[in-house]
Each structure stands twice: as C-alpha cells, then as structure tokens.
C-alpha cells in the first residue's frame, strides 16, 4: 500500500506492508507551487509506487470527489482536481481525504481502538473523528475543531468569527501570545527552546496555550467521549510543557470518563492514506 501526505511544508510518502510502513521517503517543499507538489508527488509514486494498484494521498483542507476545494496552507492547489490529474498520469486508482481524518484513521488502526479523536496542530488546528473504527464524515465536512469557539468574545479569526480554538492553539496563539509577553511574534520552536532554557516568559506562554488546549480537549470529550483523544503536528513535540496544563484544565471541565491524551506518531496520516486504499477494489 502506497499512502502521500500532502502537508504545508513537506510531501511524505510511505510504503505499507501486511499493515507495518516499511519505507518512508521525505521531500521538502520550497515554493510551493503546484508543479512543484505534483512532481514531488510524482516521484513519490515513482520511488514506492511499484506494484501498487492504489495510491492514497491526503491533503490539508477540503476536496470533493478528489478535486481540492480548499487548502488555506497550499493555495496553489484550490480547484485543482488531484485525483482526476493522477490517476489519468500513473494509471492508478487514487483515494482522496483530509489529513486530519488520516492522521485519526491511522492512530486508530495503529493503536487498535475504536473511538478515537485526532487533533493535529500546526500553523492552523484540524481534527478527524473516527467511530467504531470508520473516519466520521457527517453530512460531508467535519473536523473544523479549529473553529470551535473558546471565547465567545475572543480574538478575530481568520474565518470571521471570534474566539475560534485555533486562535489559541496554533502556531498564531504563539506568536500572539509571546508578542504580548516578550514584545514580537516568536514562532513556536522558538519559545519552545526558551521554555528549555527555563525562561519563565516563555514557560507561562505553554501554561496558557496549554490551559487553552485543557478546554478544548474538555469540549471534545464531553461530546464525544472517545478513549483516546491523539495530538499531532509540529507542536506536539512540545508536549512535556503543553501536556501538563492541558490535562489540569481539562480535568477541571470534565463531565465524562477521561479520556486518554497522547501524541501521535508524524507519519500517521501518510499511513492512514494508505490504509484506506483498501476499500479501493481495484
Ligand atoms: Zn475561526
């Protein structure tokens, strides 16, 4: 099985066998053009591809029978149909879904469970539910969790609403928080290498994103009550300072079972993408 992940700065590729990845391949984006991601993927297909019927690829925002609607990170793919594109080129059966749903679907299957909630947080906030084994796609869309509001008279967001949890939990919580505490935007590698030094500025910024993260991962829970709810994205490597104020926060709101929050593993949606190109007969 062949599974791609389109991500905003990287296209990963994996292949999987008898349901272990066995190779992985990395390729690093620069311009981001469209050219530019499709032969990166192209040469994933190319690298991993062989023998495989089936290709799966996911991407970070929203499609339509393949054809990419809306990806706010890789703009240059709006309306681009990636799924008519690449099987018409490589001969190939292609399956088509977001990341976030990937990265869900592939924890799932990966740790064996049933009931679970994928978050992944990066420059924005994604979600993918899985229940009873299967990605959760309700009427069509899901997983705008990044949407969710957390204040209802909070920050601006870049959807026109106010107080969206991803104002709070992402990389633009980070650069707005520490734009406040240390006077300019500092992305989040860098205050996580301050809150390593023992900076006391950049150490309160994770209790407050992290406190951030509790409530949201509280309003998940109390909905849907999965076992395990897994973080993923760039951030999660921070999880020794975000982790601790989450679960306190989290605690505190809790009107269900709690359930278990951990980080997931970076490759998990490329997995997750592969894994569904078994449903492809082909
Ligand atoms: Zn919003």
């Known amino acids: 099985m062949l599974g791609i992940d389109l991500g905003a700065n990287k296209v990963l590729g994996v292949k999987v066998k008898k349901g272990k990845v066995t190779r992985r391949v990395k390729i690093t984006l620069k311009s981001k053009t469209k050219d530019e991601i499709v032969s990166a993927i192209d040469s994933l297909i190319d690298q991993l591809g062989k023998g495989e019927k089936a290709v799966g690829i996911d991407i970070p925002g929203i499609h339509q029978k393949g054809k990419i609607l809306k990806t706010p990170n890789l703009p240059s793919l709006n309306g681009f149909d990636l799924k008519k594109e690449i099987e018409k080129k490589w001969n190939k059966a292609v399956v088509v879904e977001n990341d976030a749903n990937c990265f869900a679907y592939g924890e799932a299957i990966r740790r ?144 269900v079972s709690e359930p278990k929050i951990v980080v997931g593993r970076y490759d998990s949606a490329a997995y997750g993408a592969a894994l569904l190109t078994k449903f492809f007969k082909v």
Request: charged share 25%; with cysteine.
């Open 112 to 255: 064996k469970k049933k009931f679970l909630v994928g978050i992944t947080i990066g420059s924005g906030l994604g979600g993918g539910i899985v229940i009873d084994g299967k990605i959760y796609h309700g009427k069509r869309d899901v997983g705008e969790f990044g949407h969710m509001t957390i204040f209802v008279n909070g920050r601006k967001c870049t959807c026109g609403n106010r107080g969206c949890w991803e104002m709070y939990v992402s990389e633009k919580g980070f650069k707005i928080e520490s734009k406040r505490i240390f006077g300019r935007s500092l992305p989040p590698l860098e205050v996580f290498n301050l809150a390593n030094q023992g900076n006391k500025k950049a150490l309160l910024i994770f209790e407050k994103i992290g406190s951030y993260l509790g409530v949201g991962l509280a309003n998940i829970a109390n909905i849907l009550n999965p076992e395990i709810i897994v973080i993923g994205g760039g951030i999660s490597k921070s999880k020794k300072f975000l982790l601790p104020p989450a679960l306190k926060e989290m605690r505190k709101r809790l009107m």
